[in-house]
């Protein structure tokens, strides 16, 4: 088991360094936004809270591309892969363009949410630009899921990192007027994504259109390049189940941040460190996750379902160490992690506890993560999104709302709520996929295994 696991980290290394980077660039524009002030932070909070759930559902449907490219890989397929490719693309740039247009067109919903409207004027035109820039992501996105898919994950690990210096350069550049460029401040944040997740976009579609790593699945795109009604259905078989299930857990938390902006502009503030800091380290669950479901879609396209078993138990285990270790860091740091994001005293204080409540979850956050893209690696999609949608929705978030207001706890009693909801996530999914890999597992196997 030991060595399935080493396998599953050395393919998850490469995507977890470009999850990080990813999230890095969120990272960074928090830290530079909220060194104008706390109320620029509450705004940029507003705006990925808002938008995260149509951001997470476009991201859902990238993951089919990986799902069913590692599916044909298995199978040694090329020229499945490359239709799989063609038809992923353009299914995820529809996706896209839907997602864009709708947070474009409807940004004006953020003077409905009850925010301040300090807060709200600051946040349009960074909403827009960041609406826009969901084109380019996700494009960027499904190639990234396809070069992964194929277990080549370091060419856009390497495009990650280069994006930072790029953003963070912009972002100097733009927020604060440097070098004679306008003092756009959030709205410099908003343009200096767009650039940078344009040009990371066109750098990784010349690199699969051109290199000789990817050479046999574009030479045979004049007979595989056409969208294909089943092939379609397929990935939104996928697709579909995948974007609901990441889309609850991620509207989860943007519905807790927006009901947490109603309490004002330092606990919006507030949550929005600890919420930040939490989705650094929850990065790491997804690439593992990523990883591990690529790695058990392979093995599902040979049938093989002894090393499903020892691939999924190996990865849990694995999950369970890296949450373990991300919540003795949060207890320990949760006093110095804030003062990164802003100086303001009563912002410090409130997420120094979200903190502290942010490590409670990190093992069921690791463990759930990772449960679901074992499950999705063996095509079980329609059951965990249920049980997913009852433990955020029917009990967490309900949960986390009569603790906040009925029980007058605030902030903390919606964590409070995010952590009873990831605990059932965790549970609901580990059992699932046991069950499912047992059920389907040769009994000669299951012996050998338990002995």
């Known amino acids: 088991m030991k ?131 969901i084109i380019p992501m996700l494009l960027f996105m499904t190639l990234k899921q396809f070069a992964d898919g194929l277990e080549y994950t370091r060419t856009a690990m390497i495009l990650s990192l280069a994006g930072m210096p790029l953003n963070i350069l912009l972002n100097w550049l733009l927020i604060y007027g440097n070098w004679g460029f306008p003092r756009l401040e959030l709205a410099g944040a908003g343009w200096a994504t767009l650039i940078t997740r344009s040009c990371m976009f066109l750098a990784l579609l010349v690199i699969i259109l051109k290199h000789k790593t990817f050479s046999k699945y574009i030479a045979v795109s004049k007979n595989q390049w056409f969208v294909k009604g089943q092939t379609m259905r397929e990935l939104l078989h996928i697709g579909v189940p995948s974007s609901l299930q990441i889309g609850m857990e991620a509207g989860a938390f943007a519905i807790s941040g927006i009901i947490i902006g109603t309490l004002g502009a330092v606990a919006q503030a507030s949550h929005q460190i600890a919420l930040s800091c939490a989705s650094f380290t929850f990065m790491v669950s997804m690439g593992l996750a990523q990883a591990g479901s690529i790695r058990v879609s392979n093995a599902f396209g040979r049938n093989d379902w002894g090393k499903i078993f020892l691939i999924g138990k190996s990865t849990v285990y694995t999950a369970l160490g890296y949450g373990i270790f991300c919540a003795i860091a949060f207890s320990v740091f949760r006093y110095q992690l804030p003062k990164a994001f802003n100086d303001n005293a009563e912002v410090l204080q409130l997420a120094a506890l979200l903190l502290l409540f942010a490590a409670v979850f990190q093992i069921s956050d690791s463990t759930q993560a990772i449960s679901a893209g074992l499950l999705r690696g063996i095509k079980d999609v329609k059951t965990p999104t249920i049980l997913i949608g009852i433990a955020y929705w029917v009990v967490g978030i309900p949960v986390g709302y009569l603790l906040a207001f009925h029980f007058n706890m605030g902030a903390a009693g919606m964590w409070l709520g995010l952590i009873l909801g990831l605990t059932l996530a965790s549970a609901f999914l580990m059992m699932r996929f046991f069950k499912m890999s047992k059920r389907n597992k040769p009994q000669t196997d299951l012996q050998l295994s338990e002995n």
């Open 3 to 133: 060595n399935e696991a080493s396998q599953t980290i050395r393919l998850a290394l490469p995507i977890i360094i470009g999850e990080l980077a990813q999230m890095a660039l969120h990272l960074i524009d928090s830290a530079m936004v909220g060194a104008i002030s706390y109320k620029q932070l509450a705004a940029a909070a507003l705006v990925i809270n808002a938008m995260n759930i149509p951001f997470v559902i476009g991201i859902g449907m990238t993951i089919s591309v990986s799902q069913m490219v590692s599916l044909a890989h298995g199978r040694s397929d090329a020229k499945l892969v490359s239709h799989y490719l063609f038809n992923g693309f353009i299914l995820c740039a529809l996706t896209a363009l839907i997602i864009s247009l709708t947070l474009v067109f409807g940004k004006d919903l953020l003077y409905h949410l009850g925010q301040d409207p300090e807060v709200v004027k600051l946040a349009m035109p960074f909403m827009q630009l960041m609406g826009i820039s």
